[in-house]
C-alpha cells in the first residue's frame, strides 16, 4: 500500500505553490485593477504571471498602457510581491457566440495554460505526454465532445 501512495505522490501533478485563482484572485484583482478595466477578467496567477482575458483589442490595448501602474499596485498586494508580467489574451465577443457559449473559449484558454503548467512538473513521461496533448488540443479549440447519444 505504501508503495502504491509513493508512486501516486510522484505521479499525480500538484498545481505549483504559488497558483492563485478564483474569488481570492477576483477579490485582489477588483482591488486593483482601474475603473475603465472592468470587463478584463483575472484568470489565475501562477509563476510571477498572471493571466488575465480582454473582450476586445481596445481593452486589452488599454490595459498594456496601464501595466506599469497596475504592477505596482498589484505586487503590493499579499501573494503577488513575486509579479513580473500581465499576460493578456484576448477573445473577441463574436468568437464567443460562435462557439455557442460566452464562457466556453475562456475556459479553454485557461485549461490549456493550466494543463501546459501541470506538464511541466509531472515527472511521469506518458502522463506529461498526455497532458501537453491536452493543452495543445485546448490551445487550438479542437476538443469536440466525442460521446454521441
Do not use: H, N
Not at 20 to 26: K, M, V
Not at 68 to 80: F, K
Not at 84 to 91: F, K
Not at 131 to 143: D, F, N, P, V
Request: glycine letters at 8%; one cysteine or more.
Amino acid at each position: 500500500m505504501q508503495a502504491i501512495v509513493r508512486i501516486l505522490d510522484r505521479s499525480l501533478p500538484r498545481p505549483p505553490a504559488d497558483l492563485i485563482q478564483g474569488p481570492a484572485l477576483g477579490a485582489l484583482w477588483a482591488r486593483c485593477r482601474p475603473e475603465g478595466l472592468r470587463a478584463v477578467e483575472a484568470l489565475f496567477y501562477c509563476r510571477g504571471r498572471l493571466f488575465v482575458v480582454a473582450p476586445g483589442s481596445a481593452q486589452a490595448a488599454r490595459l498594456r498602457q496601464e501595466t506599469p501602474d497596475l504592477l505596482v499596485r498589484l505586487r503590493a498586494e499579499p501573494g503577488l510581491g513575486a509579479l513580473r508580467e500581465i499576460v493578456v489574451r484576448r477573445v473577441g465577443w463574436e468568437v464567443a457566440r460562435s462557439r455557442g457559449s460566452e464562457g466556453r473559449p475562456v475556459r479553454s484558454a485557461v485549461g490549456s495554460r493550466c494543463f501546459e503548467s501541470l506538464a511541466e512538473v509531472v515527472c511521469d513521461a506518458p502522463l506529461k505526454a498526455s497532458l501537453t496533448r491536452l493543452a495543445s488540443a485546448l490551445a487550438s479549440g479542437s476538443t469536440e465532445d466525442t460521446r454521441r447519444a
